[in-house]
């Protein structure tokens, strides 16, 4: 990738020629966030394809320091652009840098045909401005050595050998055996499922130190609620009287943007970052959370196609993007689809259920769902025969939760074929059942509340 050396060419040659700054602007953008796609063997690019010339001499800079094992931070960059002019220009460029690099190959590729079309004119400039046969021969031999370069290879071969000498690295958890300290997953389930009031609990209570919940180790810091379906801050006072008030400052944030964090791009099929993403990808390397949550994906992007697994699986790229940038486990809240109800609980809690095709929960490597008991759970050779009485699932709001997928971590304490019961309270308090029976079909052996003191008190008791 070396610099092209300077050619004067005609005024008319260069009056109409092909040029795409913007386009230029975002592959840096995303150079500077993620140096390790220069290594990647899918992105295809060269300096030369960047036209201008401030440009070339940011990613010149770029590739030198990435060859010598240097982050190339903006800070670094600017260290190596003897130009104070480029310098001033590279930080008002990192003041709107906002282009994601999961999109990179799109940019480059655009980047490439516009220079290949900007190639092509110099060619047929130089190819008219030649004088003689000799001339002509040695133009067209340099274009074509040009077009089939021997391109030196990029792909790292890891050995297996080498990567089993290295020490185990302890699985990190946010909440032991059940929630992935990092990463993005989705949580899902039926309307009035009570998923939402379960991750709200959850948040509430790492939140407020975490501890325990229940039952199960977890840790405490801030949390970060994008979208929402609640409507105003009264309905969110409701629901914390309920499910457990935030007592620390600054540590449960609840973001109010003018709109979605993504825009799906019809005519170009990738996801447009818009300037709501921008202040909450700020507003979150501030905060430092350790839990975001999105409540719900459809309020998080515009021009969502569920049936669309490409889209789906684009936005999947993204969704694990926005958890590498925050440090933290990022869990998006969605339906699962209405056929699923009339299935087998363990079927409903697996996430193929969700609403719309597999291409999200395929790229995403966690996936967690909620759903409420039905009769036929309980009823002859159901799931759950023996465990309830149908009075119990009439009566009371009882649902099930757990993982159906958790790549990269061990299998979890609650999964679908081995979920956690709970019972929402008339009051909105989630209470968990205990699972420790020893047999089945008898009635007497049902689920039962944990024996453990929380010291609930009705905060409606007073009110009546």
């Not at 074509?144 to 391109?151: A, F, L, M, T, V």
């Not at 996936?367 to 009566?395: W, Y």
């Not at 029976?437 to 609930?456: I, Q």
Request: net charge negative.
């Amino acid at each position: 990738m070396n610099a092209p050396a300077k050619i004067h060419r005609p005024v008319e040659v260069l009056r109409d020629l092909p040029v795409d700054v913007s386009n230029e602007k975002n592959l840096i953008s995303c150079l500077l966030q993620r140096s390790d796609l220069l290594r990647d063997e899918s992105l295809s690019f060269s300096i030369e394809d960047f036209h201008f010339a401030p440009h070339r001499r940011i990613v010149r800079a770029i590739i030198d320091l990435d060859a010598e094992g240097i982050v190339p931070d903006i800070g670094m960059v600017g260290n190596r652009l003897p130009d104070p002019a480029d310098r001033d220009y590279l930080l008002d460029l990192a003041e709107n840098m906002w282009a994601s690099p999961s999109n990179a190959k799109f940019y480059a590729q655009k980047l490439r045909e516009v220079a290949i079309k900007r190639q092509a004119i110099f060619d047929a400039d130089r190819l008219r401005r030649a004088d003689s046969p000799e001339d002509i021969a040695r133009v067209r031999a340099e274009i074509g050595k040009r077009e089939d370069p021997e391109q030196p290879g990029k792909t790292i071969w890891n050995d297996a050998f080498d990567i089993c000498q290295q020490s185990l690295s302890p699985v990190e958890w946010l909440v032991d055996g059940i929630f992935p300290r990092s990463g993005a997953g989705t949580v899902d389930g039926p309307p009035e499922s009570g998923k939402s009031s379960l991750i709200i609990h959850l948040a509430a209570t790492i939140a407020n130190g975490g501890g325990c919940w229940f039952g199960k180790d977890c840790l405490s810091g801030p949390v970060v609620v994008l979208g929402g379906e609640k409507s105003s801050p009264a309905v969110w006072r409701r629901d914390f009287e309920r499910l457990g008030k935030v007592t620390r400052p600054g540590s449960f944030l609840i973001p109010e943007f003018d709109g979605p964090l993504w825009k799906w791009d019809r005519l170009e099929g990738v996801w447009i970052k818009t300037p709501s993403y921008k202040e909450a990808v700020r507003g979150i390397k501030r905060i430092k959370p350790v839990l975001v949550i999105g409540d719900t994906i459809m309020r998080l992007g515009l021009g969502i196609d569920q049936t669309d697994n490409a889209q789906q699986a684009a936005l999947g790229l993204n969704l694990e993007e926005l958890a590498a940038d925050a440090g933290c486990l990022f869990l998006t809240i969605g339906h699962t689809n209405q056929a699923s109800t009339k299935e087998a609980l363990s079927w409903r809690l697996h996430y193929l259920s969700r609403a719309g095709g597999n291409g999200l929960p395929g790229v995403l490597r966690y996936c967690f769902a909620v759903t409420r008991i039905h009769r036929s759970d309980i009823q002859k050779n159901g799931e759950l025969e023996g465990m309830f009485s149908p009075e119990d699932v009439c009566f009371r709001k009882i649902i099930a939760c757990g993982v159906s997928k958790g790549n990269e971590i061990p299998t979890a304490a609650w999964t679908n074929n081995n979920p956690a019961f709970f019972e929402i309270m008339p009051s909105g308090e989630i209470m968990m059942l205990d699972k420790d029976f020893s047999a089945k079909g008898t009635g007497e052996e049902r689920l039962k509340y944990e024996e453990v003191s929380v010291g609930y008190k009705d905060p409606f008791a007073d009110l009546y």
